[in-house]
């Protein structure tokens, strides 16, 4: 049987209801579709949590910086659900613009802080998207847990603060960066790059792993940024936007090491924006 589709609030609700007096368990994965091995690692470990599995799909208006770019963004409804059947999905909720944004809706939850540096600097408004979406749907569907993928590392600390803020009794499990075997980070925007920019893509990953190493090794950390920005733009990317050593918690930009951290970066590849990041872990052995 293939996974059962909700389209509107009130179907979600009777499905919920239904386990809840069963004294079932809830985890929702968060999607705007165009399911990657990334979002079925997400649906596996929220199969190993909770006793029901909701996967919504909505491609979220709100979090657009441009109508040609959400245009762009792929609509795979068919397929996904064909690849959330076999894993045991419990239900798809599948809104569309209408049910999540009704005629006079006028609301907007705005994370700040943690939402402003990084991609909220380049994208004025993205993260009000996904918050706001983001608190629906987590009331919409009343789970226990919600998973997150770390490849939008920012994403998900600014839903973590946005659940402590607002008191939503949900548990946000961050989930690690699934790769392709040359080290790209999984994303839908995957496949809009062309042959030639595929290859070259990598370099990003590659990039931030090196200068994670470095900068562990006691490299002074602005050399090491500054040779991974470099790099990456002589392979071929149109520009950095941002390539920072921040704090694992905040985001804050970092000028020591001497705290959990991870580089961040967003870049230009094709007209297509790619985003990465990775963990700059101390061993027992570095400074
Ligand atoms: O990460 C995503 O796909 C989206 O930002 C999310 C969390 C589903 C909200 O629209």
Redesign the pocket.
Known sequence: MSVPIARTVDELKRTVAEWRSKGESIAVV????ALHAG?LSLVQAALDTADRVIV?L???PK?FNSAADLAAYPRTEKEDAAKLTPLGAHLLYCPDGEEMYPAGFATTVSVSGVSEGLCGAYRPGHFD??AT??AK?LMQTDADFAF??EK?FQ?LQV?RRLVADLDIPVAIIGCPTVREEDGLAMS?RNLRLSASERAIAPILARQLFQAADRIVAGEPIAQCLNRARSCILEQGFQSVEYLELCDEYKLIPLVKADQPARILSAVWLGGIRLIDNVIVTKTETSK
Not at 30 to 33: A, E, I, K, V
Request: hydrophobic share 45%; net charge negative.
């Open positions: 968060p999607t705007m579709g979002h919504t909505f491609v979220n979090q998207g996904v979406v983001v749907l997150f993928g939008d994403q839903v839908s």
